[in-house]
């Protein structure tokens, strides 16, 4: 069983960036999509990207973070990585990382989830 720890949140200003890592053990994620999903208080678990691991590693954004945020793979580290540009306010939320979901998009399909890393954006 893959088992994911995040970590890289922070507290940032506007305008900042961090980088998010999800680092596996128990299983290579090479072999896994990978999504990240965030979740601010009061609101639901939205979407942000994922990475698939068939169709060469295709990148997938939600509208609100495309152009600023950037997923990619490091297999020899089993990790995986979310770039964050030009932070705003509306970026902070609890970021998570999952693995193995059926649809890239949907955290349901998720069987494998770590627990989070906070990113808080100051305007």
Sequence with gaps: ??????????????????????AASGGALSTYGVG?????PGKEREFVSAITWRNRNTTRYSDSVKGRFTISRDNAKNTVYLQMNMLKPGDSA??????GGAAYDLATTYPYWGRGTQVTVSS
């Design 36 to 40: 990240w999903f965030r979740q601010a």
């Design 94 to 99: 609890l970021y998570y990382c999952a693995a």
């Design 1 to 22: 069983q893959v088992q994911l720890v995040e970590s890289g949140g922070g507290l940032v200003q506007a305008g900042d960036s961090l980088r998010l890592s999800c």
